[in-house]
Nanobody, 126 residues
């Protein structure tokens, strides 16, 4: 059974930082691209994606220069370092696993994700 478990969310002041983690089990982690999405009231939106080796990353425009996605295949974990947080970054953040052979992982298509975590809430106070 595949499990993706996010952690690291919480309350932070504007301008602060958080590091999210997503621990994966039940799949060959190093064979999957991994994405982070977020959802405030409204649709789920792509944040960042990383290739299976970690050599290629993609970001949504609104996080470029502030967020960094990385992975540790030895630990079956993907991370999202979030700096310079803004109140608009408040959302539930989800990690997802996708086949690296399609385009979904870098185009940010949530319908192309194979597995999802349950999310972790990030709240940014002004």
């Amino acid at each position: 059974q595949v499990q993706l478990v996010e952690s690291g969310g919480g309350l932070v002041q504007a301008g602060g930082s958080l590091r999210l983690s997503c621990a994966a089990s039940g799949l060959t982690f190093s064979s999957y691209a991994m994405d982070w999405f977020r959802q405030a009231p409204g649709k789920r939106e792509f944040v960042a994606g990383i290739s299976p080796s970690g050599g290629t990353v993609h970001y949504a425009e609104f996080v470029k220069g502030r967020f960094t996605i990385s992975r540790d295949n030895a630990k079956n974990t993907v991370y999202l370092q979030m700096n310079s947080l803004k109140p608009l970054d408040r959302a539930v953040y989800y990690c997802a696993a996708a086949s690296p052979y399609g385009s979904a992982w870098y185009s940010g298509d949530p319908n192309g994700m194979g597995y999802w975590g349950k999310g972790t809430l990030v709240t940014v106070s002004s």
